[in-house]
């Protein structure tokens, strides 16, 4: 089974820190996909990844960028976190071969 | 417009009922369909693709009307372990091997005993 590893699944973090979520995939997917997910609003996405290096923003951007220097690492990346960037925060993968995303647990992230 | 669009519910239902579950998409180019399960404070979970000719696996039938951009989820002998919130996604991706997925908001499913 594709296992999507997320680092933490709980955060607190202050407003103004540098955060960054890491994710990391076991099975060679070539694209990588970051979400946030809130109450009311479904999952949104933030940047996905098709390659190495490659980077598309999502329908939400803003304040937040990526960096994917290998094939199995995804990183996402609050420059200046921010109240209204509390929520729970979703990584997934797929393969040129495969149906649908697998994700990661989640990281729950809370700025105060 | 949402791109996907589903009722929230909940849905209250008794162990052993039948519940159907429906979803409405506006791109009408969207070439392949899904169903995910999420518990809560979990992650989502694909639970079946979707078929134009439609599928079943086991107690779950799924549905595709391409004319009329509509998915259906059908539950037959409801469990207590089918309480969940289930995601009705599109896939808006291109060509062959990319696959960007849009997720509806969820329909959440309580049964009870």
């Known amino acids: 089974d594709v296992k999507v590893t997320q680092s933490s699944r709980y955060l607190v973090k202050r407003t103004g820190e540098k955060v960054f979520l890491e994710c990391v995939q076991d099975?060679?997917?070539?694209?990588m996909f970051w979400y946030r997910q809130d109450p009311g609003l479904g999952l949104r996405l933030i940047y996905f990844s098709y390659d190495v290096k490659m980077k598309e923003k999502g329908d939400i951007p803003e304040g937040y960028s990526v960096s994917r220097e290998k094939k199995e690492r995804f990183s996402l990346i609050l420059e200046s976190a921010s109240t209204n960037q509390t929520s729970m925060y979703l990584c997934?993968?797929?393969?040129?071969?495969?149906?649908?995303?697998?994700f990661g647990s989640g990281t729950r992230l809370t700025v105060v | 417009r949402k791109e996907v669009e589903q009722d929230p519910g909940p849905f209250n239902v008794p162990e052993g009922a039948t519940v159907a579950f429906n979803c409405t998409y506006s791109n009408s180019a969207s070439q392949s369909f899904f169903w995910y399960r999420q518990d809560c404070r979990k992650e989502p979970k694909l639970l079946m693709s979707?078929?134009?000719?439609?599928n079943e696996d086991g107690r779950f039938t799924a549905q595709l009307n391409r004319a009329s951009q509509y998915i259906s989820l059908l539950i037959r002998d409801s469990k207590l372990s089918d309480s969940a919130t289930y995601l009705c996604v599109v896939n808006k991706g291109w060509g062959t091997g990319f696959q960007k997925l849009v997720f509806g908001t969820g329909t959440r499913l309580l049964v009870s005993p």
């Open positions: 979707v078929y134009s000719s439609g």
């Open positions: 997934a993968s797929s393969g040129r071969n495969t149906y649908g995303y697998t």
């Open positions: 099975m060679d997917h070539e694209n």
